[in-house]
């Protein structure tokens, strides 16, 4: 008898109640091991058999393969995958597999006529209906964090070079309880087995480390290999397990080995910074120490030792390196508990490990709540459409230059609320599973954000704010599922449906605030930036203007008041700079302030965008030659004021291939990243980042590229004329903002003979008539 669909907090948590399953892995072919936490000191274990499964479209692909070994069952409705079959253990699960495989003949590991719903773990809590943490607090976790300080007298740490050993381990948990492990009377061997000792005996129930699986793990796994000491950090007494994998960050690919431990979880806060940066956008690098300072994380007197010093910090000064490494890992701790609840909480609800929901984009976690959803009601499921979706979110600018005040107005939830006000419903949805999820979401979102509102405690606050997080990256993935090429529930006419929609409101809402008197300057996917009219003065009356335009909207449809600026630079689409009434800078968009600029071109493009929203011209062209001067004379605060650092986003080998077809030219980074790996013999890996600045002597830039390491400030060799062109490259941004070309360059140039007056430039605004925008096609 086919089971209903669950009530929709069932559906949202999953049907099954049981609390405090701290991590699960599999033991044998059909045995899976959960871990609950007790209380602080107590995890008890349970064995429960498990039945392998996947999907299949088609029972007959399974003729001729023994019968005693699966079960199926038929499921109702139409849908394409018609079949869910058990199987008494992994054997008989990938025997099958194969099976199935030479019965399509496909050559492909997944054939399109079978839907295999993730790890061993996930298929588990998929069939019974248990998700991690239910009845827990984060606090609840015991984190434990682990770093490592490598003794390397030159060059980048290598694990299989003997003498690059590991001379201290740093430990801390969620208790306030730390280690250091390492003195230097103490042998490698004996800071490794103390190390791992104390790991066990604390019990973590998560690891966490910054940039964990890249180096500290892999590392500490080599000298143990080195030295014999088995690396039984499993609950089981298992050794840890790693395997290839790579995670998207916006345009960003990286490539590691994730490392799993029968029984606990390892939280990268590495990752967890690039995965937050991806929204902010403002992050001025992605290490320890430079996530520690732009959170506020850093201990009081946190000691400081660069990464090329240790060595010799640890001959002459050991006590210094090891206040050093204690406070990477207060570091580490502050950072994955700033970071880390809106995953704890998506992991109360996604049918996957925590590990796992850390590591896995949001479109696979709604695909996971309904294929679970599906399950429960023994119905059939849909299989991704070809396609792509056509319509995108509706940007343009109509006014460039610098104006204000300027009020930023925007649709609350735009295409959540379109999705339930539209009641918009991927087609391959047969239970209307979509709709029930995104209201339920949506309802607890409002409810926990009030209650965060009315919370007196600040860390009551920052519980339910982690809670309302993970809501909205739940929320704000049913869209994006909807125009995914691979999503099961895709539908890009639905997709393409909500856009289209929101381009409709957002032309409905530029309307509305222009025939009441604003200026409407740039509109933005989501919002509205508009100069309000003269008679609107000040936040009460900008807040009621924004009032009177929601109450003209359709129902379910409410504009929010986001915010209000002293002065906004309008620039091009999605590129905008604000100034807020405290006198801080909000920037949108590359086209100004690019990362991939050096650090001294970001300031200068920072300074000048101030000045430019003050219109001190005077200014301007101060900052500019100061600018000059410093390039000139060579004062820099160090090699990081003017390296460029790109990320390797394909091979060296792949890189090298790709030159030789001519199919790219020779670059910088990849040049640099050669001469390195040749002398250090380390092989980069795809997703890392390469530093180096221009040297004098001419040529094309590749061949003028040397590692920052390389420079020193007591024989500066960098190429001047480079980094004063690159200076002029930057203001050259700033020139559509005068009226006229000369006079950009009275302000932006040396100065001559007469010398400089400010009075004789004019900044300029550009307006566009709307008549000759609001109706373009907009893709």
């Known amino acids: 008898m086919d089971a209903a669909p669950p009530d929709d907090d069932a559906l949202l948590y999953g049907h099954d109640p049981a609390e405090r399953i701290v991590a699960l892995h599999p033991v044998g072919p059909a045995t899976m091991r959960l871990y609950r936490r007790r209380s602080p000191t107590e995890v008890t274990t349970e064995d429960v058999r498990v039945h392998p499964f996947f999907f299949l479209s088609d029972a007959d692909l399974l003729r001729g393969f023994p019968r005693d070994r699966f079960q199926f069952q038929e499921l109702a409705g139409r849908g394409f995958f018609r079949y869910v079959v058990a199987f008494p253990d992994r054997g008989a699960y990938f025997d099958a597999l194969r099976h199935v495989e030479r019965a399509t003949e496909t050559a492909k590991a997944r054939p399109d006529e079978v839907y295999l719903p993730g790890s061993p773990e996930q298929q588990y809590l998929m069939q019974t209906g248990r998700t991690l943490f239910k009845g827990m607090a984060f606090d609840d976790l015991v984190r434990l964090q682990l770093d490592i300080e490598v003794y390397s007298p030159k060059g980048f740490p290598q694990a299989t070079v003997p003498e690059h050993r590991i001379i201290l381990v740093a430990l801390s948990d969620s208790t306030g309880w730390s280690r250091l492990v390492g003195t230097p009377e103490m042998t490698e061997e004996e800071v490794l087995r103390e190390t791992l000792d104390l790991v066990k005996e604390r019990d973590p129930d998560v690891i966490e480390g910054h940039n964990i699986q890249s180096f500290d793990f892999p590392y500490l796994f080599e000298r143990c290999r080195r030295h014999g000491v088995p690396v039984d950090l499993g609950r089981d007494g298992s050794p840890p397990r790693s395997y290839p994998t790579s995670m998207r960050f916006a345009e960003r690919q990286v490539e590691f080995d994730a490392v799993e431990i029968a029984g606990r979880h390892v939280i990268d ?41 240790i060595a010799h910090v640890w001959d002459t000064d050991p006590h210094r390196l090891m206040e050093y490494a204690i406070d990477d890992a207060t570091e580490t701790e502050r950072l994955a508990r700033f970071l880390s609840g809106s995953t704890f909480y998506l992991t109360q609800m996604v049918p996957m490990p925590y590990g796992q929901a850390a590591r896995t984009g949001p479109a696979a976690k709604v695909e996971a709540l309904f294929v679970r959803g599906y399950l429960h009601a023994r119905h059939s499921l849909p299989r991704a459409d070809f396609g792509s979706q056509v319509v995108g979110g509706y940007t343009d600018v109509f006014v460039t230059g610098v104006v204000g005040p300027v009020v930023y107005a925007d649709v609350e939830s735009l295409y959540p609320s379109i999705m339930l006000t539209y009641d918009v419903q991927p087609k391959g949805d047969a239970l209307g599973l979509f709709p029930r999820l995104l209201r339920r979401l949506t309802g607890l979102r409002f409810e926990t954000k009030d209650a965060m509102r009315e919370a007196d405690d600040a860390h009551e606050r920052g519980e339910l704010d982690a809670r309302q997080s993970a809501y909205k990256i739940v929320i704000n993935s049913f869209y994006g599922n909807m125009g995914f090429g691979y999503a099961l529930f895709n539908d890009f006419a639905e997709a393409d449906r909500v856009a289209a929609t929101g381009q409709d409101l957002l032309r409905q809402i530029m309307r509305l605030a222009r025939a009441a008197g604003a200026r409407v300057v740039e509109v933005d996917t989501d919002g509205v930036l508009f100069v309000p009219p003269d008679s609107v003065v000040g936040e009460a009356a900008e807040r009621q203007f924004v009032e009177r335009l929601s109450e003209q909207m359709p129902d379910g449809i409410r504009i929010g008041f986001d915010g209000r600026f002293q002065r906004m630079l309008s620039y091009k689409k999605k590129n905008y700079a604000l100034l807020d009434y405290d006198g801080h800078l909000k920037f949108k968009g590359s086209s100004l302030v690019s990362r991939s600029s050096e650090r001294f071109g970001r300031a200068f493009v920072r300074e000048a965008i101030r000045l430019l929203l003050e219109e001190d011209v005077q200014g301007l062209h101060d900052l500019y030659l100061e600018h000059r001067r410093r390039i000139e004379a060579h004062d820099w605060q160090g090699v990081e004021s003017f390296q460029r650092t790109e990320t390797l986003k394909t091979s060296l080998a792949d890189y090298e291939q790709a030159v030789a077809a001519g199919e790219r030219t020779r670059s910088a980074a990849y040049e640099v990243a050669a001469r390195e790996a040749a002398r250090t013999g380390r092989a980069p890996r795809v997703g890392d980042r390469v530093s180096y600045y221009l040297g004098e002597g001419g040529g094309r830039v590749f061949e003028a590229a040397r590692p920052a390491r390389d420079w020193s400030p007591a024989a500066p060799d960098e190429s001047t004329a480079f980094y004063l062109d690159r200076l002029d490259q930057l203001a050259g941004r700033f020139e559509p903002f005068f009226e006229t070309p000369a006079q950009f360059r009275l302000v932006f140039s040396e100065e001559d003979l007469f010398g400089f007056d400010p009075s004789a430039v004019r900044l300029v605004v550009r307006e566009r008539d709307p008549e000759e925008v609001e109706d373009d096609v907009p893709f």
């Open 269 to 309: 806060t590495l990752h967890q910074t690039m995965a937050f940066d991806v929204f902010k956008r403002d992050l001025p690098n992605y290490t320890l120490k430079g996530a520690a300072r732009y959170f506020g994380f850093a201990p009081e007197g946190r000691t400081y030792v660069p990464g090329d010093q």
